[in-house]
């Protein structure tokens, strides 16, 4: 991906948790555990797949205000896209995205880090 540096290897991560007596949700997450960026910014994405379960929804959010989710919520397969915004300062920076389901519980976090001017 571009504006990406030092990236590990894509790994799948899969959650379980029963959702009621009879329903379970399960998703596989292929991404990163961590992310980085130039001083410049640049946009990335985060591929979710349903594995099992029914009714299963999820949320992503970032932790800080200079990352921007463009897919914040919804259920079944999808790739959550995000945008990281130009660093102006000379210090790095680091923040989150927080992928969750079917709560805020259980899901993944990506490590978002940008180096600084």
Do not use: K
């Amino acid at each position: 991906m571009a504006g990406l540096s030092g990236v590990n290897p894509p790994a799948r991560h899969t959650i379980s948790q029963a959702a009621g007596a009879t329903a379970s949700c399960e998703y596989g997450l292929t991404s990163p555990q961590q992310e980085t960026f130039g001083a410049g910014g640049g946009s990335a994405r985060i591929t979710l797949t349903h594995v099992s379960g029914g009714g299963c929804t999820w949320t992503a959010a970032s932790t800080v205000s200079w990352i921007t989710v463009l897919d914040p919520a919804g259920s079944g397969n999808i790739v959550i896209r995000y945008n990281v915004a130009e660093n102006t300062s000379t210090s790095s920076r680091q923040g989150r995205i927080e992928v969750r389901w079917p709560g805020p519980q259980l899901g993944q976090n990506i490590l978002v880090s940008q180096a600084g001017r």
